[in-house]
């Protein structure tokens, strides 16, 4: 049973507070979390509360979540079970009371949410990933494959580039430790290739390169060079991820697509234009919000043309939630789903949300946020769950680091399969 909770303000990889929480169980059991943070967020996600007072942090403080688990959560979990993960999950959306949790703060319920679980897992004495296994009944844990950053632009580096991100998926490797290396070198040869043509090599929100490029196009180009010059076959060894996040593209008006850096505005048959070009001239598979969260008809017409060749991702589109998702399933949108444990706000809505997106035959895509912690959960999550892919960022900075190096230990110590490029939806 829960004896205390406490929570306490930290800082996230932006240097903004962010909520951790303390939960310690009447046998000593201690499970301690901390919540991530977006930049390009989806309108439907889950509310993360701040306390808009502009003289600290930039209104950007959480002492109020903070207060909300100190306080009222604390005082409706002491007792309860924490094992019982849903019904623990269930008090708190019910002592919320609103649909998007911007009453206490889905903050402030995720963090008690993920480190009432990871406090269950130690007193279990079970790895938190295993912990993560049974609650959601997969009894095949899988090593995911991952997509990392390596160019960015959009919100995570000062709308340099349209496009938010460029990423490497590490299609020949067998293992996590293998994957690692390869987009290691990817992102070492990026950056070589950047300082010879004089471009700075400074980082992005996520730990990528941000060479400020005019066009996808010649983005896509300092990718293939990126892969070859690391000694690996672009297509083969390693293929390619977007991130649009277009959804941060709003133009002038309705159904309009703002590309600055390009100098023009696209309607959006264009852009599937433009998406289409990059996947008939580019080892592309897979491709995350091509299309604002609000164009229904525009995914459905993407999908249409590009579902059966690639991947295509809804984050800001489904924001990991339920009904978003099942609207998607319903009407043939997409054929993958970005996980975020923040937009649902609870574990066992995340969990609920990849069981639905797997029965549909939707690919599930682990994620962090542009802004971290050096909490790995996320590391343990695509494990457990077995969802077969995970996107953490580039290979730099402590917070993305620490998933990483997670996942590394989990595949030594679990021996878990890899999941390679078969988890990817699409036949690229
Ligand atoms: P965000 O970006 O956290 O700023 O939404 C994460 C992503 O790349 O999807």
Known sequence: AIRSLHARQVLDSRGRPTVEVDVVLEDGSLGRASVPSGASTGAAEAHELRDREPARYAGFGVRRAVANVDGEIAGALRGLDACDQPGLDRRLVELDGTPQLERLGANA???????????????????????????????A????????????????????????????????????????????????AASDAMARRGLPTLLADE???????????????????????????????VTIAIDVAATSLKGPAPGRYRLAREGRDASSAEMIEMVADWVRGFPVVSIEDALDEEDWPGWQTLTERLGDAVQLVGDDLFTTNPARVARGIAEGVANGVLIKLNQNGTLSGTLGVIRRAREAGYAPVVSARSGETEDPFIADLAVGTGAGQIKIGSVRCGERLAKYNQLLRIEEESGAPFSGTSALAGRR
Do not use: K, W
């Open 141 to 188: 844990i899988s090593m995911p494959m991952p997509m990392v950053n390596i160019l960015s632009g959009g919100l995570h580096a000062g709308r340099g580039m349209d496009v938010q991100d460029f990423l490497a998926i590490p299609a020949s490797a067998r293992s996590i430790a293998e994957s690692i290396e390869m987009v290691a070198s990817v992102r070492s």
């Open 109 to 139: 319920i995720l963090g008690v949410s993920l480190a009432a679980c990871r406090a269950a897992a130690a007193s279990l004495r079970q790895p938190l990933y295993r912990r993560i296994a049974a609650l959601s009944g997969n009894d």
């Open 207 to 237: 730990g990528g390169l941000s060479p400020g490029l005019p066009t996808g196009h010649e983005a896509l180009e300092l990718m293939v060079e990126s892969i070859a010059r690391a000694g690996l076959a672009p297509g083969r060894d």
